[in-house]
Protein backbone atom coordinates (compact mmCIF):
# COMPACT_ATOMS: atom_id res chain seq x y z
CA UNK A 1 0.00 0.00 0.00
CA UNK A 2 1.49 3.45 -1.13
CA UNK A 3 1.69 6.61 1.32
CA UNK A 4 -0.54 7.85 -1.37
CA UNK A 5 -3.20 5.45 0.20
CA UNK A 6 -2.55 6.69 3.52
CA UNK A 7 -2.75 10.08 2.80
CA UNK A 8 -6.23 9.73 1.08
CA UNK A 9 -7.06 8.06 4.44
CA UNK A 10 -5.84 10.67 6.78
CA UNK A 11 -7.56 13.38 4.79
CA UNK A 12 -11.00 11.76 5.13
CA UNK A 13 -11.08 12.18 8.85
CA UNK A 14 -11.08 15.47 8.50
CA UNK A 15 -7.30 16.26 9.84
CA UNK A 16 -5.95 19.40 8.70
CA UNK A 17 -2.27 18.75 9.73
CA UNK A 18 -1.12 16.17 7.21
CA UNK A 19 -0.20 17.99 4.60
CA UNK A 20 1.17 16.81 0.95
CA UNK A 21 4.69 18.37 2.00
CA UNK A 22 4.37 16.36 5.52
CA UNK A 23 4.05 12.78 3.32
CA UNK A 24 6.85 13.80 1.16
CA UNK A 25 8.86 13.83 3.82
CA UNK A 26 7.80 10.85 5.34
CA UNK A 27 8.36 9.09 2.40
CA UNK A 28 11.84 8.41 2.61
CA UNK A 29 11.61 6.95 6.25
CA UNK A 30 10.80 3.73 4.76
CA UNK A 31 13.71 2.99 4.01
CA UNK A 32 15.71 4.85 6.54
CA UNK A 33 15.28 3.85 9.74
CA UNK A 34 16.90 6.86 11.47
CA UNK A 35 14.66 9.28 9.65
CA UNK A 36 11.72 7.00 10.12
CA UNK A 37 12.04 7.23 14.13
CA UNK A 38 12.42 11.02 14.13
CA UNK A 39 9.04 11.48 11.43
CA UNK A 40 7.38 8.71 13.59
CA UNK A 41 7.32 10.95 16.42
CA UNK A 42 6.76 13.83 14.33
CA UNK A 43 3.10 12.20 12.90
CA UNK A 44 2.43 10.95 16.96
CA UNK A 45 2.65 14.78 18.41
CA UNK A 46 0.69 15.93 15.33
CA UNK A 47 -2.26 13.72 15.58
CA UNK A 48 -2.36 12.95 18.93
CA UNK A 49 -6.12 14.85 19.01
CA UNK A 50 -7.37 12.62 16.28
CA UNK A 51 -9.33 9.29 17.37
CA UNK A 52 -8.57 7.66 14.29
CA UNK A 53 -5.57 8.97 13.38
CA UNK A 54 -4.32 8.08 16.55
CA UNK A 55 -4.69 4.85 16.30
CA UNK A 56 -2.49 4.84 12.88
CA UNK A 57 -0.31 6.84 14.87
CA UNK A 58 0.49 3.99 17.29
CA UNK A 59 0.75 1.65 15.09
CA UNK A 60 3.83 3.52 13.43
CA UNK A 61 5.45 4.66 17.05
CA UNK A 62 8.89 3.28 17.98
CA UNK A 63 8.92 -0.27 18.78
CA UNK A 64 5.23 -0.94 17.31
CA UNK A 65 5.20 -3.44 14.60
CA UNK A 66 5.97 -1.63 11.13
CA UNK A 67 9.10 -2.71 10.07
CA UNK A 68 8.13 -3.24 6.27
CA UNK A 69 5.73 -1.99 4.07
CA UNK A 70 4.26 -5.42 4.16
CA UNK A 71 3.58 -5.33 8.18
CA UNK A 72 2.84 -1.44 7.39
CA UNK A 73 -0.31 -3.31 5.25
CA UNK A 74 -1.21 -5.41 7.79
CA UNK A 75 -1.14 -2.34 10.38
CA UNK A 76 -3.72 -0.93 7.99
CA UNK A 77 -6.00 -3.86 8.09
CA UNK A 78 -6.16 -3.88 11.75
CA UNK A 79 -6.72 0.04 11.58
CA UNK A 80 -9.74 -0.36 9.50
CA UNK A 81 -11.00 -3.52 11.42
CA UNK A 82 -11.21 -1.17 14.79
CA UNK A 83 -13.98 0.87 15.00
CA UNK A 84 -13.46 4.42 14.75
CA UNK A 85 -13.41 7.29 17.32
CA UNK A 86 -16.86 9.18 17.66
CA UNK A 87 -15.42 12.70 17.98
CA UNK A 88 -18.53 14.53 18.21
CA UNK A 89 -20.64 13.16 21.42
CA UNK A 90 -24.47 13.14 21.60
CA UNK A 91 -25.84 15.41 23.72
CA UNK A 92 -27.34 14.56 26.97
CA UNK A 93 -25.95 10.65 27.08
CA UNK A 94 -24.69 9.69 30.09
CA UNK A 95 -20.97 7.59 29.85
CA UNK A 96 -22.24 3.93 29.54
CA UNK A 97 -25.05 4.96 26.80
CA UNK A 98 -28.27 4.07 28.07
CA UNK A 99 -28.68 7.14 29.92
CA UNK A 100 -30.08 10.74 29.05
CA UNK A 101 -30.20 13.61 30.54
CA UNK A 102 -32.75 16.06 30.24
CA UNK A 103 -31.55 19.59 30.28
CA UNK A 104 -33.31 23.27 30.12
CA UNK A 105 -33.29 24.70 26.48
CA UNK A 106 -32.04 28.10 25.47
CA UNK A 107 -34.00 30.13 26.79
CA UNK A 108 -35.10 33.93 24.76
CA UNK A 109 -32.20 36.36 24.41
CA UNK A 110 -33.20 38.71 27.14
CA UNK A 111 -33.69 35.78 29.84
CA UNK A 112 -31.34 34.19 31.84
CA UNK A 113 -33.21 31.82 33.86
CA UNK A 114 -36.52 30.58 34.79
CA UNK A 115 -38.46 28.65 37.42
CA UNK A 116 -39.39 25.01 37.11
CA UNK A 117 -42.96 25.67 37.76
CA UNK A 118 -44.03 21.94 37.65
CA UNK A 119 -43.37 18.00 36.20
CA UNK A 120 -45.90 17.14 33.48
CA UNK A 121 -44.63 13.10 33.94
CA UNK A 122 -43.52 11.36 36.93
CA UNK A 123 -40.41 9.00 37.56
CA UNK A 124 -41.22 5.60 35.39
CA UNK A 125 -43.27 7.05 32.76
CA UNK A 126 -42.64 6.22 29.23
CA UNK A 127 -41.67 9.05 27.01
CA UNK A 128 -41.38 9.73 23.84
CA UNK A 129 -38.93 11.89 21.57
CA UNK A 130 -39.95 15.92 22.16
CA UNK A 131 -42.17 14.65 24.45
CA UNK A 132 -43.02 17.64 26.97
CA UNK A 133 -41.41 16.93 30.53
CA UNK A 134 -41.90 20.11 32.47
CA UNK A 135 -42.49 23.57 32.25
CA UNK A 136 -40.11 26.04 33.21
CA UNK A 137 -42.28 29.62 33.72
CA UNK A 138 -40.24 32.90 32.33
CA UNK A 139 -40.96 36.41 33.55
CA UNK A 140 -42.57 36.77 30.00
CA UNK A 141 -43.58 32.68 28.69
CA UNK A 142 -43.75 29.64 29.38
CA UNK A 143 -41.26 27.15 27.71
CA UNK A 144 -41.36 23.46 27.60
CA UNK A 145 -38.65 21.32 28.89
CA UNK A 146 -38.83 18.66 26.08
CA UNK A 147 -37.33 14.45 25.99
CA UNK A 148 -34.39 14.20 24.19
CA UNK A 149 -34.94 10.86 23.20
CA UNK A 150 -37.40 8.13 23.64
CA UNK A 151 -37.65 6.12 27.22
CA UNK A 152 -38.43 5.77 31.26
CA UNK A 153 -38.20 8.92 33.56
CA UNK A 154 -35.52 7.06 35.86
CA UNK A 155 -35.76 10.11 38.43
CA UNK A 156 -35.85 13.75 38.65
CA UNK A 157 -32.49 15.79 39.63
CA UNK A 158 -34.05 19.12 40.67
CA UNK A 159 -37.31 19.97 42.20
CA UNK A 160 -40.70 22.31 41.20
CA UNK A 161 -40.10 26.10 42.43
CA UNK A 162 -36.27 25.61 41.93
CA UNK A 163 -34.84 28.24 39.52
CA UNK A 164 -32.91 26.94 36.40
CA UNK A 165 -30.91 28.29 34.11
CA UNK A 166 -30.48 26.96 30.02
CA UNK A 167 -28.16 23.64 30.51
CA UNK A 168 -29.20 22.66 33.79
CA UNK A 169 -29.94 19.18 34.37
CA UNK A 170 -33.53 18.80 35.66
CA UNK A 171 -34.38 14.76 35.11
CA UNK A 172 -32.62 11.51 33.68
CA UNK A 173 -34.33 9.00 31.36
CA UNK A 174 -33.44 5.80 30.51
CA UNK A 175 -33.57 4.29 27.52
CA UNK A 176 -34.16 0.21 27.91
CA UNK A 177 -35.91 1.25 31.23
CA UNK A 178 -33.53 -0.33 33.31
CA UNK A 179 -32.88 0.26 36.85
CA UNK A 180 -36.42 2.04 37.20
CA UNK A 181 -38.44 1.33 39.83
CA UNK A 182 -42.36 1.79 39.35
CA UNK A 183 -44.43 2.22 42.16
CA UNK A 184 -48.31 1.41 42.32
CA UNK A 185 -50.74 3.49 44.03
CA UNK A 186 -51.62 0.88 46.28
CA UNK A 187 -47.78 1.07 47.91
CA UNK A 188 -47.96 4.41 48.37
CA UNK A 189 -51.18 4.82 50.29
CA UNK A 190 -49.85 2.19 53.55
CA UNK A 191 -46.84 5.21 54.20
CA UNK A 192 -49.64 8.24 53.93
CA UNK A 193 -51.79 6.42 56.13
CA UNK A 194 -48.64 5.54 58.53
CA UNK A 195 -47.86 9.04 58.48
CA UNK A 196 -50.79 10.69 60.20
CA UNK A 197 -51.15 7.18 62.56
CA UNK A 198 -47.95 8.46 64.41
CA UNK A 199 -48.99 12.09 65.79
CA UNK A 200 -51.88 10.08 66.63
CA UNK A 201 -50.28 7.93 69.22
CA UNK A 202 -48.63 10.93 70.50
CA UNK A 203 -52.44 12.87 71.06
CA UNK A 204 -53.69 9.66 73.09
CA UNK A 205 -50.92 9.36 75.53
CA UNK A 206 -52.08 12.64 77.20
CA UNK A 207 -55.79 11.36 77.31
CA UNK A 208 -54.72 8.86 79.62
CA UNK A 209 -52.67 11.02 81.92
CA UNK A 210 -55.97 13.41 81.94
CA UNK A 211 -57.68 11.41 84.67
CA UNK A 212 -54.65 11.20 87.67
CA UNK A 213 -53.81 15.06 87.13
CA UNK A 214 -57.35 16.30 87.16
CA UNK A 215 -57.88 19.29 89.73
CA UNK A 216 -61.00 20.06 91.23
CA UNK A 217 -61.56 23.41 90.95
CA UNK A 218 -58.69 24.81 88.73
CA UNK A 219 -60.73 25.99 85.46
CA UNK A 220 -58.33 27.36 82.86
CA UNK A 221 -58.39 31.19 82.75
CA UNK A 222 -60.03 32.68 80.28
CA UNK A 223 -58.68 34.51 77.69
CA UNK A 224 -58.16 38.22 78.12
CA UNK A 225 -60.62 40.47 77.08
CA UNK A 226 -59.23 42.59 73.95
CA UNK A 227 -59.12 46.50 73.76
CA UNK A 228 -61.97 48.19 71.93
CA UNK A 229 -58.79 49.34 69.74
CA UNK A 230 -56.74 46.32 69.11
CA UNK A 231 -57.29 44.21 65.69
CA UNK A 232 -59.25 41.61 65.25
CA UNK A 233 -56.74 39.31 63.42
CA UNK A 234 -58.13 36.03 61.58
CA UNK A 235 -56.51 32.90 62.57
CA UNK A 236 -53.24 31.69 60.66
CA UNK A 237 -54.91 28.68 59.92
CA UNK A 238 -57.58 30.18 57.45
CA UNK A 239 -54.76 32.05 55.52
CA UNK A 240 -52.49 30.34 52.25
CA UNK A 241 -49.31 31.98 51.23
CA UNK A 242 -49.02 31.25 47.52
CA UNK A 243 -45.56 32.19 45.78
CA UNK A 244 -45.87 34.53 43.19
CA UNK A 245 -45.41 33.69 39.39
CA UNK A 246 -42.57 34.67 37.78
CA UNK A 247 -44.58 36.20 34.90
CA UNK A 248 -46.63 37.90 37.70
CA UNK A 249 -43.94 39.27 39.47
CA UNK A 250 -42.59 40.87 35.96
CA UNK A 251 -46.21 42.11 35.80
CA UNK A 252 -45.62 44.12 39.13
CA UNK A 253 -42.18 45.09 37.90
CA UNK A 254 -43.34 46.62 34.93
CA UNK A 255 -46.19 48.44 36.48
CA UNK A 256 -44.33 49.88 39.39
CA UNK A 257 -41.70 51.14 36.93
CA UNK A 258 -44.12 53.04 34.93
CA UNK A 259 -45.85 54.76 37.77
CA UNK A 260 -42.19 55.81 39.17
CA UNK A 261 -41.07 56.75 35.41
CA UNK A 262 -43.76 58.57 33.59
CA UNK A 263 -45.61 61.85 34.53
CA UNK A 264 -49.04 60.11 34.01
CA UNK A 265 -52.16 61.72 32.95
CA UNK A 266 -55.87 60.37 31.78
CA UNK A 267 -58.51 62.10 29.81
CA UNK A 268 -61.82 60.66 29.26
CA UNK A 269 -64.20 60.38 26.65
CA UNK A 270 -67.51 58.67 25.23
CA UNK A 271 -68.81 57.04 22.08
CA UNK A 272 -71.72 56.37 20.46
CA UNK A 273 -71.53 52.43 20.06
CA UNK A 274 -74.92 52.95 17.51
CA UNK A 275 -73.68 52.66 14.22
CA UNK A 276 -70.57 50.76 14.73
CA UNK A 277 -72.71 47.46 16.03
CA UNK A 278 -74.98 47.95 13.24
CA UNK A 279 -72.40 47.55 10.65
CA UNK A 280 -71.17 44.67 12.63
CA UNK A 281 -74.81 43.35 12.63
CA UNK A 282 -75.57 44.14 8.90
CA UNK A 283 -72.10 42.29 7.69
CA UNK A 284 -71.15 39.42 10.14
CA UNK A 285 -72.60 36.71 7.86
CA UNK A 286 -70.88 38.18 5.08
CA UNK A 287 -68.00 38.68 6.63
CA UNK A 288 -67.39 35.12 8.31
CA UNK A 289 -68.38 33.58 4.60
CA UNK A 290 -65.41 35.28 3.05
CA UNK A 291 -62.66 35.49 5.72
CA UNK A 292 -63.76 32.39 8.06
CA UNK A 293 -63.45 34.78 11.14
CA UNK A 294 -65.86 37.00 13.41
CA UNK A 295 -66.25 40.24 12.88
CA UNK A 296 -65.69 42.29 16.15
CA UNK A 297 -65.76 45.38 17.97
CA UNK A 298 -61.83 45.03 18.24
CA UNK A 299 -60.77 45.59 15.20
CA UNK A 300 -62.84 48.89 14.61
CA UNK A 301 -61.32 50.24 17.47
CA UNK A 302 -57.98 49.30 16.14
CA UNK A 303 -58.24 50.76 12.93
CA UNK A 304 -59.28 54.19 14.54
CA UNK A 305 -56.38 54.14 17.05
CA UNK A 306 -54.45 53.47 13.93
CA UNK A 307 -56.28 56.80 12.17
CA UNK A 308 -55.69 58.82 15.45
CA UNK A 309 -51.93 57.66 15.51
CA UNK A 310 -51.30 58.74 11.96
CA UNK A 311 -53.23 61.98 13.12
CA UNK A 312 -51.06 62.91 15.73
CA UNK A 313 -47.94 60.90 15.62
CA UNK A 314 -46.55 62.54 18.97
CA UNK A 315 -48.95 59.61 20.46
CA UNK A 316 -46.75 57.10 18.49
CA UNK A 317 -43.17 58.40 19.58
CA UNK A 318 -41.75 57.92 22.82
CA UNK A 319 -38.64 59.44 24.85
CA UNK A 320 -35.37 58.08 24.34
CA UNK A 321 -32.54 60.44 26.69
CA UNK A 322 -32.88 63.43 26.02
CA UNK A 323 -34.01 62.63 22.14
CA UNK A 324 -37.59 61.75 20.87
CA UNK A 325 -38.32 59.36 19.03
CA UNK A 326 -40.91 59.61 16.01
CA UNK A 327 -42.08 55.90 14.55
CA UNK A 328 -42.98 55.96 11.37
CA UNK A 329 -44.94 52.45 11.98
CA UNK A 330 -47.75 51.37 13.68
CA UNK A 331 -47.59 48.03 15.65
CA UNK A 332 -50.07 47.76 18.11
CA UNK A 333 -50.25 46.00 21.49
CA UNK A 334 -53.69 44.39 22.85
CA UNK A 335 -53.91 43.57 25.98
CA UNK A 336 -54.64 39.96 27.16
CA UNK A 337 -55.75 38.61 30.61
CA UNK A 338 -54.35 35.06 30.92
CA UNK A 339 -54.75 32.45 33.73
CA UNK A 340 -51.38 33.26 34.77
CA UNK A 341 -51.79 36.87 34.21
CA UNK A 342 -51.59 40.12 31.51
CA UNK A 343 -49.80 39.69 28.71
CA UNK A 344 -49.41 41.95 25.53
CA UNK A 345 -49.09 40.17 22.03
CA UNK A 346 -48.22 42.56 19.00
CA UNK A 347 -50.21 43.17 16.01
CA UNK A 348 -46.91 44.24 13.80
CA UNK A 349 -47.54 46.56 10.89
CA UNK A 350 -51.77 47.71 12.27
CA UNK A 351 -51.71 50.22 9.40
CA UNK A 352 -51.35 48.03 6.56
CA UNK A 353 -53.98 45.22 7.58
CA UNK A 354 -57.79 45.53 6.75
CA UNK A 355 -60.33 44.42 9.33
CA UNK A 356 -60.15 40.56 8.55
CA UNK A 357 -56.33 40.75 8.92
CA UNK A 358 -56.88 42.42 12.42
CA UNK A 359 -59.18 39.89 13.43
CA UNK A 360 -57.35 36.69 12.45
CA UNK A 361 -54.00 38.44 14.39
CA UNK A 362 -56.21 39.11 17.14
CA UNK A 363 -57.87 35.71 17.21
CA UNK A 364 -54.31 34.28 16.80
CA UNK A 365 -52.21 35.73 19.93
CA UNK A 366 -55.02 35.67 22.08
CA UNK A 367 -55.20 32.01 21.54
CA UNK A 368 -51.57 31.68 21.98
CA UNK A 369 -51.86 33.82 24.72
CA UNK A 370 -54.20 31.75 26.57
CA UNK A 371 -52.51 28.01 26.21
CA UNK A 372 -49.35 29.29 27.07
CA UNK A 373 -47.56 28.92 23.58
CA UNK A 374 -46.92 32.52 22.43
CA UNK A 375 -43.91 33.44 22.23
CA UNK A 376 -41.21 36.06 23.38
CA UNK A 377 -40.82 37.86 19.94
CA UNK A 378 -44.65 37.93 19.53
CA UNK A 379 -44.66 40.57 22.61
CA UNK A 380 -41.33 42.07 22.41
CA UNK A 381 -42.11 45.74 20.62
CA UNK A 382 -45.21 47.39 20.21
CA UNK A 383 -45.40 51.18 19.56
CA UNK A 384 -48.94 51.93 21.32
CA UNK A 385 -51.47 49.34 23.59
CA UNK A 386 -55.21 48.74 23.47
CA UNK A 387 -57.11 47.27 26.36
CA UNK A 388 -60.02 46.32 26.90
CA UNK A 389 -61.39 46.21 29.72
CA UNK A 390 -65.21 45.83 28.85
CA UNK A 391 -64.81 42.29 28.62
CA UNK A 392 -65.16 41.76 32.02
CA UNK A 393 -67.61 44.48 32.69
CA UNK A 394 -65.52 47.58 33.48
CA UNK A 395 -67.27 50.64 33.56
CA UNK A 396 -64.54 53.11 33.49
CA UNK A 397 -60.52 53.37 34.41
CA UNK A 398 -57.30 54.62 34.44
CA UNK A 399 -55.32 52.24 32.51
CA UNK A 400 -51.59 52.43 33.07
CA UNK A 401 -48.82 52.69 30.17
CA UNK A 402 -46.86 49.73 28.90
CA UNK A 403 -43.12 50.78 28.88
CA UNK A 404 -41.52 51.74 26.74
CA UNK A 405 -44.89 53.11 25.28
CA UNK A 406 -45.99 56.57 25.98
CA UNK A 407 -49.90 56.06 26.10
CA UNK A 408 -52.89 53.80 26.64
CA UNK A 409 -56.28 53.24 24.93
CA UNK A 410 -58.57 51.59 27.83
CA UNK A 411 -62.15 50.28 26.23
CA UNK A 412 -65.12 49.37 28.58
CA UNK A 413 -68.35 47.94 28.73
CA UNK A 414 -71.34 49.31 26.61
CA UNK A 415 -74.24 50.39 28.67
CA UNK A 416 -77.30 51.92 27.09
CA UNK A 417 -77.48 55.54 28.89
CA UNK A 418 -79.68 58.58 27.73
CA UNK A 419 -78.08 61.04 25.66
CA UNK A 420 -79.18 63.77 23.31
CA UNK A 421 -79.74 63.35 19.78
CA UNK A 422 -81.58 66.17 17.28
CA UNK A 423 -82.71 67.75 20.45
CA UNK A 424 -84.20 64.29 21.78
CA UNK A 425 -83.08 62.56 24.60
CA UNK A 426 -82.89 58.98 23.73
CA UNK A 427 -80.92 55.81 24.98
CA UNK A 428 -78.15 54.51 23.05
CA UNK A 429 -75.71 52.58 23.49
CA UNK A 430 -72.51 54.47 25.46
CA UNK A 431 -68.59 53.02 25.97
CA UNK A 432 -66.64 55.51 28.15
CA UNK A 433 -62.62 55.66 26.24
CA UNK A 434 -59.72 56.79 28.20
CA UNK A 435 -56.12 57.61 27.32
CA UNK A 436 -53.45 57.70 29.24
CA UNK A 437 -50.54 59.02 28.16
CA UNK A 438 -46.71 60.29 29.07
CA UNK A 439 -47.49 64.24 30.03
CA UNK A 440 -43.85 64.74 29.70
CA UNK A 441 -44.41 64.17 25.81
CA UNK A 442 -47.70 64.86 25.00
CA UNK A 443 -49.87 68.17 26.18
CA UNK A 444 -53.38 67.53 26.97
CA UNK A 445 -54.63 68.78 23.42
CA UNK A 446 -52.80 65.90 21.27
CA UNK A 447 -54.91 63.69 23.35
CA UNK A 448 -57.81 65.20 23.44
CA UNK A 449 -57.57 65.46 19.50
CA UNK A 450 -56.40 61.49 19.73
CA UNK A 451 -59.74 60.97 21.53
CA UNK A 452 -61.73 63.17 19.08
CA UNK A 453 -60.48 61.20 16.38
CA UNK A 454 -61.31 57.72 17.58
CA UNK A 455 -64.67 59.03 18.89
CA UNK A 456 -65.64 60.02 15.23
CA UNK A 457 -64.38 56.63 13.61
CA UNK A 458 -66.17 54.90 15.77
CA UNK A 459 -69.17 56.67 15.77
CA UNK A 460 -68.98 57.06 11.53
CA UNK A 461 -67.10 53.95 9.52
CA UNK A 462 -67.19 55.22 6.76
CA UNK A 463 -64.56 58.13 7.48
CA UNK A 464 -61.98 55.40 7.39
CA UNK A 465 -62.88 54.54 3.59
CA UNK A 466 -63.09 58.34 2.67
CA UNK A 467 -59.73 59.50 4.83
CA UNK A 468 -61.65 62.38 6.38
Not at 311 to 338: C, E, H, K, L, M
Request: aromatic share 4%; with cysteine; charged share 25%.
Amino acid sequence: MSFGVVRRRIASGGSNLFSVQYLRAIRPSISAGRVRTVAEKEILHQCRSFGHVRNFSHLLSPGGPVSSPQSLRVAFVGMLQRPMMQMNGRNFSSDNGDLLDVVVPPLAESITDGTLAKFLKNPGDRVELDEAIAQIETDKVTIDVTSPGAGVILKFVAKEGDTVEPGTKVAVISKSGEGVTHVAPSEKAPEQAASPAAPAEKVEKPKVETPTSMKPKAPSPPPPKRSATEPQLPPKDRERRVPMTRLRKRVATRLKDSQNTFAMLTTFNEVDMTNLMKLRSDYKDAFVEKHGVKLGLMSGFIKAAVSGLQNQPIINAVIDGDDIIYRDYVDISIAVGTPKGLVVPVIRNADKMNFADIEKEINTLAKKANDGTISIDEMAGGSFTVSNGGVYGSLLSTPIINPPQSAILGMHSIVPRPVVVGGNVVSRPMMYIALTYDHRLIDGREAVFFLRRIKDVVEDPRRLLLDI
